[in-house]
Each structure stands twice: as C-alpha cells, then as structure tokens.
T-cell receptor
Framework: NAGVTQTPKFRILKIGQSMTLQCTQDMNHNYMYWYRQDPGMGLKLIYYSVGAGITDKGEVPNGYNVSRSTTEDFPLRLELAAPSQTSVYFC?????????????FGEGSRLTVL | DAKTTQPPSMDCAEGRAANLPCNHSTISGNEYVYWYRQIHSQGPQYIIHGLKNNETNEMASLIITEDRKSSTLILPHATLRDTAVYYCIVIKAAGNKLTFGGGTRVLVKP
C-alpha cells in the first residue's frame, strides 16, 4: 500500500533556483493538500485541491504554485527559491472534505535553500 | 473555524493514562473536533474525531463536554511510542481546510 508518496525526500537549492515537489496518491482521493512545517512549529497550509482542475490558496501561498491535472498528482512548484522557504513540506490527501474522515500524509520533503 | 488552545507540553508516565486537554470555547454547532499526532519528523497521523458524543477507537478516547467548549483526548495506557506532538483541530462541516495550531508536546517517560 503506497498511500501518499512524495519525492524528493531531501533537496538543497540555491537562492533563485526553481523546483517541483512531487506528490502522488493511489487511494483515488478527491482532496489533496500541501503543508509546510518550519523547525519547532506547527503545519501551515500552502495550497489545497478539492478535485482535478480545482485548486485554492491556503494560509501561506506566496512563492508557490500548484496544479491538479489528475486525481492522483498534486505537484508543488517553487519559483525563485528563497531562504525563507527552507522547511519540511508535507503532502496529504483525503477521500472527502476533512471533516468527514482522516487526512493521510506523506513522509515529507526536506528542502534547504542556501 | 474555531480557535483551539492546548498546553504547550506535558509529561506522562509509561503505562498510565494520558489526558490531553483542548479548549475550543468559540466552537459552533456544526464544527467537529479532530485529533492528530505527529511523531518526530513524520507526517501527522489521524487519531480520532467527534461532534457531540464521546468517541472511542483502538488508539484513544475522545471526551467532549456537554457545552462542547472543551474536550479531552485520552490515551489509556501510554507507551514510549506515544511520545509526539498532539494537535486538537476544530473544523466546520463541509470545511475544505484542516488548520493546525501549536499542539501539545507529550513526553512519555519510563
């Protein structure tokens, strides 16, 4: 059972570089989310999607972009990486709206911007 | 979604019950109480949720006060593997977003 798979697990970027964090789920879930977690802090919602073709901003969307062309995939794009984007990024999915059941999280992608 | 307040940290003895409080005094009638936990560096894990009634599953029990302004997560027999940050979250029915607060850092000691 793969669940939610994130790649890469670790990445170091230079300031100004761009990259895409990949997230795939094999549970046919409609809802998908991207969170970031800074050291010692709680999770902050970046973007979320309620289905293919539909995305919306969370609490901290600046500096990021997302797309949802398929049910399975929800990539997170970082344009012009900045040191403030050094964080652990978690992707999650749920079958329906988060009040009706659990979110399933990936193992995280640890990004360092130098 | 209603704001939640949790103690920043607490210790618990291995084998004893751990009672984790959460205040959500501004909760409205259609908002659910959810609990997740995050074991060091891993993605958060769902524990339990409820609306009005007390709930129990294989991991924990959730006690919600009659006025719904507070709740308690109970880990009946804490083990060292229960050391984690526990998040209490309130979310509206049909809400699209799960917003995490600071949580309670629980340390289970031998």
């Amino acid at each position: 059972n793969a669940g939610v798979t994130q790649t890469p697990k670790f990445r170091i970027l230079k300031i100004g570089q761009s990259m895409t964090l990949q997230c795939t789920q094999d549970m046919n879930h409609n809802y998908m989310y991207w969170y970031r977690q800074d050291p010692g802090m709680g999770l902050k919602l970046i973007y979320y999607s309620v289905g293919a073709g539909i995305t919306d901003k969370g609490e901290v969307p600046n500096g990021y972009n997302v797309s949802r062309s398929t049910t399975e995939d929800f990539p997170l794009r970082l344009e012009l990486a900045a040191p403030s984007q050094t964080s652990v990024y978690f992707c999650a999915s749920s079958a329906d709206s988060p009040n009706t059941g659990e979110l399933f999280f990936g193992e995280g992608s640890r990004l360092t911007v130098l | 979604d209603a704001k939640t307040t949790q103690p920043p940290s607490m210790d618990c003895a291995e084998g004893r019950a751990a009672n984790l409080p959460c205040n959500h005094s501004t909760i409205s009638g259609n908002e659910y109480v959810y609990w997740y936990r995050q074991i060091h560096s891993q993605g958060p894990q769902y524990i339990i949720h409820g609306l009005k009634n007390n709930e129990t599953n294989e991991m924990a029990s959730l006690i919600i006060t009659e006025d719904r302004k507070s709740s308690t997560l109970i880990l009946p027999h804490a083990t060292l593997r229960d050391t984690a940050v526990y998040y209490c979250i309130v979310i509206k029915a049909a809400g699209n977003k799960l917003t995490f607060g600071g949580g309670t850092r629980v340390l289970v000691k031998p």
